[in-house]
């Protein structure tokens, strides 16, 4: 949908009919989940310790440099990792178990934090140090990420996602909220070593939790994907799903404006407020405490409100939240900025991400969500690096003014580039694909493989085919088709051969298995269009150059130890 739905909901649906269209299932609270309400509570006490890191590592920076751009650099180097690897993080979540995955990145923070405590507390550390290990606390944070949140869909139903999204939201934001004060009450008594050793204890809930949990083991009934190929796979599909795109440049713009209040909070607290540390964490917890907010109205301004009109009043809320903070130097006027601006940055973030979530499969929704983190960080890195450079060459004042015209561009920008409804789809695999026999033995990395599909189509149903083929070609090769191609016989004007490429016979099987009852529907609209009694003729070839000794004659048919049929041999 585009534009604002019509308040008297006639011609296209309204808010409500959208989330409506999301929970076709009961309502089910995600805190009924008894797995869900464990992690969600020890995350808020591992999100506790980062937010006293974070308060930490931006203070004493502070204290290493004079330079706005350093300390705005400590935000940037969290949320750079982040950008850089997620993709890859999403995909070992898409294809090992995320419990173990997440297992490792926690186990991998708390050595770097017990190390950065240790480097803090001898006063090692430089300027670009402790940006060092900020980065490699990222790395971690990149690593865990696409996992917690892709697994938040195999803990709760589907109607429930919206719910526990928005409360895991809340959840961090609670945290943010007490956090960044306490942090600052720290730092303050035991300095940054204080705050590094906190966060390293922290840690240790969730993973008790983590080493208890055993999630339900699905067999595989194919091999796992190489990383690179899986990376592949998952750029594909978001490159080929317009939706998905619609978000992540959204949270890209977003992310970019909204980076600077948090970023530059450490200056206004120092040079706009002139306060110590005690100041910046009450700064920090007045914007968790909007955050809270927004994610407790959350689901109410859901059921009136489409996604676009979401994140317009949520950019709104950064607008009036960056122009309070630049032109503030009270802590009366900057602390109701700030919960302004906190709820909408957790109102725009949520909707992002649930918007992802509902418009991908399961199949590939780590590497989704990875992309979207991508997207989101890196606005963020970049919009970090880019304020705190103004606030160093112009002062705080400016980059704040100027955040502010730049999230209200973006909310602008949503007239051209509006997001989507979510969660209208059926995404779950039809499963209905059983791989045929073949007189010619085969094995799983025989190929390539040419795929043929004949089309009988009357002439005035020809415009109405190519359109419908046309979003057949996007399905294709948003799954993995290869060099699609759809062809018309000279000599019988009706026969219409759709043509295209698969590398091997195990990646074929993949691309059929990923087919969604969503698909259907473009599928049956096709049928729909062939001459009466046509039935749909489908050949599957292999290439094979000429004179060339043929690998396809294995005895038996495959390979003793092929991936295909022995699991234990997956690559």
């Known amino acids: ?28 609270s995600p805190f009924s989940i008894p797995i869900f309400r464990a992690i969600w509570l020890s995350s808020m006490s591992s999100n506790f310790g980062g937010l006293v890191q974070a308060v930490g590592a931006s203070w004493l920076m502070t204290s290493l440099s004079d330079s706005p751009q350093h300390v705005a650099l400590v935000q940037a180097s969290t949320a750079l990792p982040i950008m850089l690897f997620s993709l890859m993080a999403g995909a070992i979540a898409d294809n090992l178990d995320r419990r173990i995955v997440m297992l490792c990145a926690q186990f991998y923070m708390v050595a770097i934090s017990v190390l950065l405590a240790w480097f803090a507390w001898n006063d090692w550390l430089s300027p670009w140090g402790l940006l060092a290990f900020t980065f490699a606390i990222g790395c971690g944070t990149a690593l865990n990420n696409p996992a917690w949140q892709a697994s938040v869909g195999d803990m709760v139903p589907r109607s429930a996602l919206p719910g526990a999204v928005a409360l895991n939201s809340m959840g961090f934001n609670i945290a943010r909220s007490v956090g960044p004060a306490i942090g600052g009450a720290i ?39 190489r990383i690179g190929t899986a990376m592949a796979a ?13 978000v992540l440049t959204r949270s890209c713009v977003f992310g970019a404006a909204a980076a600077a209040i948090p970023a530059l909070m450490p200056i206004v607290a120092r040079h706009l407020i002139a306060g110590g540390p005690l100041t910046y964490g009450i700064l920090l917890g007045a ?24 994140v317009r009043l949520a950019s709104v809320a950064l607008v009036l939240g960056g122009i309070g903070t630049g032109l503030s130097r009270t802590m009366l006027l900057t602390v109701p900025a700030l919960m302004i601006a906190g709820s909408g940055w957790v109102l725009a973030l949520s909707t992002f991400n649930v918007t992802v979530q509902l418009s991908t499969p399961r199949w590939v929704v780590g590497r989704a969500l990875s992309l979207y983190q991508m997207a989101t960080f890196g606005g963020m890195a970049a919009g970090a690096w880019g304020f705190g450079f103004i606030a160093e060459n112009m002062g705080v004042e400016t980059a704040l003014l100027c955040a502010a015209a730049l999230q209200a561009a973006g909310g602008l920008f949503g007239l051209l580039l509006p997001l989507p409804l979510s969660g209208e789809e059926d995404l779950e695999p039809l499963n209905r694909f059983k791989e045929p026999a073949t007189a010619v033995p085969i094995h799983a ?52 051969i759709e043509r295209y490429h698969m590398a091997t016979w195990l990646e074929y099987v993949r691309d059929t298995q990923r087919r969604t009852h969503a698909d259907l529907e473009n599928f049956d609209r096709i049928r729909a269009l062939h001459i009466d ?28 130890g092929d991936p295909m049929t022995d699991p234990t041999r997956a690559n």
């Open 187 to 225: 730092v303050a008594a035991a300095g940054a070593a204080g705050a590094f050793l906190t966060n390293a204890v922290s840690y240790i809930g969730l993973i008790a939790v983590l080493l208890r949990w055993q999630p339900e083991s699905k067999p595989r009934a194919l091999p796992r994907e």
């Open 1 to 28: 949908m585009k534009g604002l739905a019509p308040a008297n909901g006639v011609g296209r649906p309204t808010g409500r009919d959208q989330w409506r269209a999301i929970l076709k299932e009961p309502s089910v």
């Open 287 to 310: 914007f968790g405490v909007g955050a809270v907010a927004g994610a407790l109205s959350s689901g109410r301004i859901r059921s009136r409100l489409t996604n676009e009109n979401i």
């Open 234 to 246: 998952g750029l594909r599909y978001v490159a080929m799903s317009p939706n998905i795109r619609t």
């Open 533 to 560: 009694n046509h039935e749909t003729r489908v050949h599957r070839l292999i290439e094979r150059p000429v004179g060339s000794a043929s690998a396809d004659h294995v005895p038996g048919g495959r390979e003793v």
């Open 445 to 496: 990395r025989s190929g390539p493989i040419v795929i043929t599909i004949e089309h009988r189509v009357a002439e005035k149903n020809i415009r109405a085919f190519l359109a419908a083929m046309n979003e057949r070609r996007r399905i294709c090769r948003r799954d993995g088709a290869r060099r699609w191609t759809l062809l018309r016989d000279l000599a019988e004007p009706d026969l219409w």
